[in-house]
């Protein structure tokens, strides 16, 4: 919910495929936000929390199944399924780059299942999501004066082979006026990378 009065809630869907072995390379999804920033007249917004929610639209009720592993095939198995999205304002060529100490970088999620080797009756899993939103990462807020991107990618995602997912993207943020200090601070920022 909106923070403050000045607070916008803007909402989003980005779909991705999930290919037959369960992957998908990194893709992104751009999120629109020139109707509140403008480089000339130094408007920016600052992101002060963003909420992921990933849907499967051909599932049930559109609920995600959290179990990433196929567990059915093979005798014996021990695998590892992660799906990683994640905000930010800079395009990463690979997700593996991109981590809570990665610039321009403003929430992470990751999400993974582990299939603990095993026979068919006694094969155990565990679940794992771990969020890095914006108030963990930037607490005051993150200044944008661009676009963000939301970065999208799946390894091994056996449930969900062959699938089309959406994520929903809720962004909290207020328009702000940036100084002078501020965008020199988003010029080094970029000339980092």
Do not use: C
Not at 98 to 106: L, R, T
Not at 149 to 154: D, S, T
Not at 162 to 177: A, F
């Amino acid at each position: 919910m909106a923070k403050n009065t000045r607070d916008l809630i803007l909402r989003d869907r980005l779909q991705f495929d999930v290919d037959g072995s369960g992957d998908t390379d990194l893709v992104y999804g751009r999120v629109d936000l020139s109707d509140f920033v403008n480089v000339v007249k130094r408007e920016g917004m600052a992101i002060k929390e963003i909420r992921f929610q990933v849907r499967a639209p051909n599932q049930p009720n559109g609920v995600f199944e959290p179990l990433l592993v196929n567990g059915a095939s093979g005798p014996t198995l021990s695998a590892f399924s992660a799906l990683k999205i994640f905000a930010t304002t800079t395009a990463y060529e690979n997700a593996s780059d991109v981590g809570i100490a990665s610039p321009d970088v403003i929430s992470v999620l990751e999400m993974t299942t582990s299939l603990i080797e095993g026979s068919q009756a006694d094969r155990t899993f565990q679940n794992q999501w771990v969020l890095f939103g914006t108030p963990d990462l930037h607490p005051d807020g993150y200044n944008v004066v661009s676009d963000l991107l939301i970065g999208v990618a799946a390894h091994f995602m056996g449930t969900h082979a062959g699938d089309t997912l959406e994520v929903d993207v809720m962004i909290i943020g207020e328009p702000v006026k940036l100084n002078e200090a501020d965008m020199t601070e988003m010029l080094t920022q970029a000339q980092d990378l």
